[in-house]
């Protein structure tokens, strides 16, 4: 299978960064689609909110009845405009689509996303709809988006090429997702939690582009550094496969299959039919191609903020640092779960902090490295410098409960400072709300992910090294 | 047996409408793929039986060849531990009887003789085709173990011996392998390659649907597939 990244990221680059985009069925109703998406395109979401700025490039609308929308001029079909076209976004009825693509092949429109659904999904009617428009689209050599998907979003260039609310922030993270309703309330979700994506996928009923090709385009894209993936199936299960295995060694794929119980419709002959699910396979294929298996939502977005801003952990050995025993031995319950070690504090650490003179007598003298309920910043700073200069960790986990003596602002200042000055990785568990939200804030700002649990934060920790484990059997 | 002869007894399975291979060409299969299995003949009467069982050497198998019955245990179709020639008369007796009664329709071939092997620890390797994957290749403990705690693993064939040893490195079950309790570690160099040239010949013959080396028996220096099973698609 010939797999080339940089030639499908150019292919698809029209999607994204379009020179000229054309909403063909834009409307003036406000409750249609076709308003939306061009409002979206003009504003960035149907929603307003303080971040959002509409796309600068150039949006044309096609609706023969109309003049203006939204202070656009209306074209009366995409033929009739005489700029350059890269992009159509079409919110027609089905049975328009075959006339409407022949337009956007005169105009030698480069991509189509085509929102409308009744095709492929729907009957044999549909399903005739859709061979024809896809005849004309690959004579034209246009590659199509969809049909029946939300659309894409490239917050980077502050394109909202879809019928989701709003663009989320700007980030490091793309999610292609089979789903269109998970999208949009994955969007509202990260506004409130300050997640940024640089893009958002989703694909639809993949009559042309499949997930494997978004991956193609991610793994070229300047702006991501994490790819996250929900799944129900592939089209074609072996191109993602030799996909996947082409894209893990230069950005993570963090992926969640949908589906497990499903046993798929074998016939039962033999004990392996009997026992391949479907989900056992993905588990398998995920696993064969270095991609990393999500179980829950939450998870894989955690797990793709830890991968999108801390380095990769060299070995499998951690420290954990906490001013609360509970936590700290939560914390250590988990890392024991996902084969993560806790190697002691070494005798010349012990001694050294001792002899430090910031720690409480009762300190822990263990790993958990527990600093006492009333510890201040200068004992986290200096028990933090100890783990991260030891040679014996490859991490951290710093663990924070708000208590009196707490001063979260300045231990969120010494996280980020000793994680630059050590360049290995640093997962907060800073837990809490009202008071710590601001300390949280700053360390997300400045690259350390924080959880407010410590099975997030041990899962995060967790894939920082299981990834580089994956670089090393591939040895990369 | 070359990949000529394979396919031509493919075809002539096939042709006669049947839907699995016979355990002797599966045996023969399997052994062209590197993959070990006890030596064994076919008896197509009671006299061949004992003299194949006494060239062999005691204690043998017998199992049922007929294109009628798929799972031969549940048909009484296997009896193990056969020490002496009295014993394979007998057992060869016993088994015609069974099958009959299991199926009356059901046609006896002939007998498989097999050496009997000493117990080891089991392990099954199977294929199946995936809608969207194709051909893929399932690892996990074997035995009756394998329906109790379905602690199998998959990859998409076919795959190298590296590949192979990461899936066994996978199973829940793995210390079982590596031995406990001063019990030595299995060939897993056997093993892996075994797993990857079944993934190779899944590759190679695109008209087996389903395939099911359940047991594979593990010793420290060699492994044996007991017994296999290959549907056609």
Redo the contacts between chains.
């Keep these: 299978m010939q797999i080339d990244l940089e030639k499908t990221h150019s292919e698809l680059r029209c999607f994204f960064e379009p020179k000229g985009v054309a909403v063909i069925g834009a409307s003036s109703h406000p409750e249609k689609i076709g308003y939306q998406v061009l409002k979206n395109l003009r504003e960035g979401g149907v929603f307003s909110l303080p971040h959002l700025k509409g796309f600068t490039g150039k949006i044309f609308p096609i609706n023969p009845k109309a003049e203006h929308i939204l202070g656009l001029k209306c074209y009366p079909r995409i033929t009739d405009i005489s700029e350059r076209v890269d992009l159509a976004i079409i919110c027609l009825p089905a049975r328009l689509v075959p006339q409407v693509m022949q337009d956007c092949a005169m105009k030698k429109v480069k991509g189509v996303s085509i929102i409308s659904a009744g095709f492929g999904e729907a009957d044999s009617k549909g399903r005739k709809l859709q061979e024809e428009f896809l005849g004309i689209a690959k004579k034209a050599g246009i590659r199509i988006l969809g049909p029946n998907c939300l659309g894409i979003l490239y917050p980077p260039q502050h394109l909202n090429a879809s019928f989701a609310p709003f663009l989320p922030f700007s980030g490091k993270v793309a999610f292609i997702s089979q789903s269109g309703a998970l999208l949009d309330s994955v969007i509202d979700w990260s506004v409130k939690d300050n997640y940024g994506f640089s893009a958002m996928i989703s694909y639809g009923n993949k009559s042309d582009l499949d997930a494997p090709d978004f991956i193609a385009w991610a793994a070229k894209d300047p702006y991501t550094k994490v790819i996250t993936l929900y799944v129900e199936g592939f089209s074609d299960g072996r191109y993602f496969l030799e996909m996947a295995k082409k894209v893990t060694p230069i950005k993570p794929i963090v992926a969640l299959k949908a589906g497990r119980t499903a046993t798929g419709s074998r016939a039962v002959g033999s004990h392996t039919g009997s026992l391949a699910g479907s989900y056992q396979i993905y588990k398998g294929v995920f696993k064969q191609s270095g991609v990393i298996m999500a179980d829950t939502l939450t998870q894989m977005f955690d797990m793709a903020r830890a991968l999108a801003y801390q380095p990769l952990a060299k070995g499998n050995r951690l420290a954990i640092v906490t001013n609360g025993g509970g936590s700290g031995v939560m914390c250590a319950d988990y890392c024991e779960e996902l084969a993560i070690e806790l190697p002691a504090l070494p005798r010349q650490l012990i001694e050294k902090l001792d002899k430090s003179g910031k720690m409480h007598p009762a300190w822990s003298r263990g790993n958990p490295l527990d600093l006492v309920g009333d510890a201040g910043p200068e004992r986290y700073e200096v028990a933090l410098e100890a783990v991260m200069g030891s040679e014996v960790y490859d991490g951290a986990i710093v663990i924070q409960a708000v208590q009196t003596s707490t001063q979260p602002l300045r231990n969120a200042g010494i996280l980020v400072e000793v994680q630059k000055k050590y360049k290995k990785p640093i997962i907060g568990a800073f837990m809490g709300g009202v008071i710590s939200e601001a300390s949280i804030k700053y360390l997300e700002e400045h690259g350390i992910p924080n959880y407010d649990d410590v099975d997030r934060a041990a899962r995060a920790m967790w894939v920082l090294m299981e990834h580089r484990r994956h670089y090393r059997r591939r040895s990369i | 047996m070359n990949r000529e002869d394979i396919l031509n007894e493919i075809e002539q399975f096939k042709k006669e409408g049947r839907?699995?291979l016979s355990e002797s060409i599966s045996g023969k299969l399997l052994a062209s793929y590197g993959i070990p299995i006890p030596p064994a003949c076919v008896a197509k009467n009671v006299e061949k039986a004992v003299k194949c069982a006494q060239e062999l050497g005691f204690p043998v198998v017998l199992k049922v060849i007929s294109p009628q019955i798929?799972h031969k245990s549940d048909a009484g179709g296997v009896i193990t531990n056969i020490d002496k020639k009295e014993k394979v008369r007998e057992a060869f007796h016993r088994i015609v009887e069974n099958a009959r009664k299991y199926n009356p329709k059901a046609k006896v071939e002939g007998i498989y003789v097999q050496k009997m092997v000493p117990p080891g620890r089991e392990v099954?390797i199977?294929?199946?085709k995936?809608?969207?994957?194709?051909p893929?290749v399932?690892f996990?403990l074997g035995g009756i173990l394998?329906?109790v705690f379905?602690d199998?693993?998959?990859?998409?064939a076919p795959?190298d011996r590296e590949?192979a040893r990461?899936?066994i490195d996978?199973i829940k079950g793995l210390a079982i392998l590596q031995g406990v309790r001063g019990e030595k570690p299995v060939d897993f160099n056997s093993l892996s390659k075994a797993i990857a040239n079944t993934s190779r010949l899944a590759i190679d013959f695109p008209q087996i649907g389903?395939?099911?080396i359940?047991p594979v028996c593990l010793y420290p220096e060699k492994i044996y597939a007991l017994d296999a099973?290959i549907?056609l698609e």
């Design positions: 839907k699995f798929i099954i199977g294929v199946v995936d809608k969207q994957f194709g893929v399932m996990g394998v329906e379905k199998v693993v998959f990859r998409v795959i590949e990461e899936m996978e389903q395939l099911d359940n099973r549907i």
